[in-house]
């Protein structure tokens, strides 16, 4: 089998740590586990270097199959899982990180997340220290969130006085999440897409077919350079070989101010997924 070597051809972002993280990276969420390693590795053969996972997503181990067996170099891969909310607080998140870890067959993490904030929980302060007692001990890179709203993240600067190097969020053309992006640029914090895609439903938006058209591109390729462009690390999903090397053809073309503009428009608030303020603990994500 043979991985192409451009590791290069995907530009990176430079964390507020120091560490290098692919602006592009293939997510795995509902990738079964019985399918995840022909995913994961059709991914990394394209050129994909930096694979998303969670605790949740139930395909630890496949994931960390699919990179052992294509025989790349682990400084040339970029890992990131998650931790389920059942396990935040300190003790609780030193072992689930652990039990991760065991699954993956790592033995260092490249970015370990907060999956979600569960505010009323109160954990999540206690949480993110365990994750600095981590990185203090090299057993992760680098750490962050995901799905924290403004003042989630004021109260973790507040308390720890560190900024989480990314915050994981909801963003796609029709949820661009501006105020947000640019709290997360006072910090220092990088945005990272999840349902960069929007699961497919924005790429039947017109704006989108329109700018398809006049770029020679594809919907999925339109919005993925859009991400680009906008600073964003995008991680976006598909099980079909096709489909996952479409995603990865974003880095030879470039959209104008103008098309740019036009997607930035589409904002309609629209979100798939749950709204961070309001989940539930033990609802599946
Ligand atoms: P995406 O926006 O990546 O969309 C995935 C869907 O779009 C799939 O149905 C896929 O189909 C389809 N698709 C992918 N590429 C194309 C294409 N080129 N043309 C047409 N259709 C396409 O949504 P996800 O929700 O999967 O998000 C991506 C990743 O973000 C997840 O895998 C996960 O890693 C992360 N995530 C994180 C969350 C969090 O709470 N932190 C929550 C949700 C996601 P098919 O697979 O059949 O090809």
């Known amino acids: 089998m043979t991985y192409r070597s451009e590791t ?63 025989g790349l170099p682990r400084d040339e891969l970029f890992v990131t899982t998650k931790l389920w909310n059942s396990n935040q607080g300190y003790d609780a998140t030193l072992r689930a990180f652990d039990e991760s870890m065991k699954r993956l067959e790592l033995d260092r993490l490249d970015l370990y997340l907060i999956h979600w904030p569960i505010a009323e929980a109160g954990l999540y302060v206690d949480t993110f220290r365990a994750l600095q007692a981590l990185k203090a001990q090299g057993r992760v890179t680098s750490i962050g969130v995901s799905n924290f709203t403004r003042a989630n993240l004021e109260r973790v600067i507040a308390e720890t006085g560190e900024a989480p190097a990314v915050n994981q969020i909801e963003l796609h053309p029709y949820l661009p999440q501006t105020a947000l992006r640019a709290f997360h640029s006072e910090h220092g914090i990088i945005t990272e897409a999840w349902s960069p895609l929007g699961r497919g439903a924005e790429l039947e938006d017109p704006v989108i077919a329109a700018i398809a058209g006049e770029t020679g591109r594809t919907a999925a390729q339109v919005i993925l350079r859009w991400h680009m462009q906008l600073g964003n690390v995008a991680i976006p999903k598909s099980v079909t070989p096709s489909r996952i090397a479409e995603n990865f053809e974003v880095f030879d073309f470039e959209l104008t101010d103008e098309q740019l503009a036009r997607i930035n428009g589409l904002d309609n608030g629209t979100r798939i997924g749950p709204d961070p303020d309001t989940f539930q603990i033990d609802a599946p994500a």
């Open 8 to 70: 290069s051809a995907v530009p990176s972002i430079v964390l507020n740590d120091g560490q290098v993280m692919p602006k592009l990276g293939y997510g795995v969420f509902k990738v079964a586990a019985e399918e995840a390693v022909d995913a994961v590795a059709a991914a990394l053969r394209v050129g994909y270097r930096s694979i998303d996972t969670a605790a949740i997503y139930g395909n630890e181990a496949e994931v960390g199959s699919a990179l052992r067996e294509s």
